[in-house]
């Protein structure tokens, strides 16, 4: 293996010497471009399959310089996506990305958006986790290629792949904005079903960004896509959106729970996992128990300060209960007795009371009248 690894690295050699003797001119011999960047080929290819990949992407990017010389965009873009490939495997993820960049802006120069999208997002792809800004942006180069081919659904789905990215950095305007954009590509092809999809990302994005008024509006106008109301998507956001209004955490945690928001993408399941009702609210009990019924739904929901309202199947905890309680549950009990043992006195106190002004004058009348009488 190793023998064979080595007579590939010198066959690469020869390649590249072999270029430069091409490139060499003189009084009656011009430069031969062109056999310089076939010969740069074949050595990158020879040092490739040797894997010595430091020197295949050299001879690559020489081949990319060479059939520009020669007005060959085309295949100079090939020669940098090999070069592309080359910092891959070493493992310059950031240069790899570049070069597949230069790439795809070749192919568009060269009239091929449908090559150009399709080396956009590969470097796109290269980028994610090194620099995501810059994935975005190539995710957005890839969409423009797809729109003027009037791949509509490509450039839909790509449109998806940079919405990913905006969640994970909380770019939520700039999220919002992509993902009414990829609902009107949908549109536009009577793509109706990802539009259901969409829509309940749309809605948690707008209920993580705070704005509840702008989901509400989000849930009525999609009322309208073909499929919609009858969806599983709808009623499940119908739930999600009814939770928030009312402040009630256990209703929101079921809510999110659901598989219409757990199969969203990575980014946007996270995103709805993590919401969160308005106020201080305690949850009662896990989401799991309530699931498998071992407790009756219970909540807190605070309006306003000071101001709590409870409801819960039980009137009273029993002493089994209250020895079964977490200290956390037993305090919380201990404070709602207390709270109505203060109230209950305060009512004691209240009933001695003097009567009334106008109970006091009618007694003295009658008073008066039956000395009269007598």
């Given at each position: 293996m190793a023998a064979r690894a080595e007579s590939k690295v010198q066959e690469g050699l020869r390649h590249m010497q072999e270029a430069e003797k091409c490139l060499k001119s003189g009084w009656f011999r011009r430069a031969d471009h062109d056999g310089a960047a076939q010969a740069y080929n074949s050595a990158g290819n020879a040092f490739r399959i040797a894997k010595s990949f430091e020197q295949a992407k050299a001879a690559f990017l020489k081949a990319s310089d060479e059939q520009y010389h020669c007005n060959s965009l085309y295949q100079s873009g090939k020669a940098l996506e090999l070069a592309g490939q080359m910092a891959k495997e070493l493992k310059q993820m950031e240069e790899a990305f570049e070069l597949t960049q230069r790439a795809g802006l070749l192919f568009r120069e060269n009239g091929t958006p449908d090559t150009a999208s399709q080396v956009f997002q590969r470097a796109a792809?290269?980028?994610?986790?090194?620099?995501?800004?810059?994935?975005?942006?190539?995710?957005?180069?890839?969409?423009?290629?797809?729109?003027?081919?009037?791949?509509?659904?490509?450039?839909a789905d790509t449109l998806g792949k940079s919405i990913r990215?905006?969640?994970?950095?909380?770019?939520?305007?700039?999220?919002?904005?992509?993902?009414?954009?990829?609902?009107?590509?949908?549109?536009?092809?009577?793509?109706?079903?990802?539009?259901?999809?969409?829509?309940?990302?749309?809605?948690?994005?707008?209920?993580?960004h705070g704005d509840p008024v702008a989901a509400d509006e989000m849930f009525k106008t999609?009322?309208?896509?073909?499929?919609?109301?009858?969806?599983?998507?709808?009623?499940?956001?119908?739930?999600?959106?009814?939770a928030c209004e009312k402040g009630d955490a256990d209703a929101l945690a079921l809510a999110v729970s659901q598989p219409v928001f757990t199969y969203q993408d990575n980014e946007l399941a996270k995103l709805a996992r993590d919401l969160k009702v308005e106020g201080d609210l305690k949850i009662s009990k896990p989401v799991q128990e309530l699931h498998q019924g071992k407790v009756p739904p219970l909540t807190v929901t605070r309006t306003s300060p000071g101001m709590e309202t409870r409801q819960t199947g039980q009137t009273a905890v029993s002493e089994e209960e209250q020895q079964s309680l977490d200290p956390g549950e037993e305090m919380e009990q201990k404070e709602l007795e207390e709270r109505q043992k203060n109230r209950t006195e305060g009512l004691e106190e209240e009933v001695p009371q003097e009567a009334p002004p106008q109970a006091a004058e009618q007694s003295e009348y009658d008073e008066e009248f039956e000395e009269g009488l007598s």
């Open positions: 792809k290269l980028a994610e986790g090194v620099n995501d800004k810059k994935a975005i942006e190539l995710y957005a180069m890839a969409v423009e290629m797809f729109e003027i081919e009037d791949k509509t659904r490509q450039a990215l905006m969640v994970k950095h909380k770019q939520y305007e700039d999220c919002i904005s992509h993902m009414q954009r990829q609902i009107e590509l949908y549109q536009s092809v009577g793509s109706y079903p990802p539009i259901c999809r969409i829509v309940v990302g749309l809605i948690v994005v707008h209920l993580a999609a009322i309208a896509v073909p499929g919609f109301p009858d969806s599983d998507e709808a009623i499940a956001i119908e739930q999600l959106l009814d």
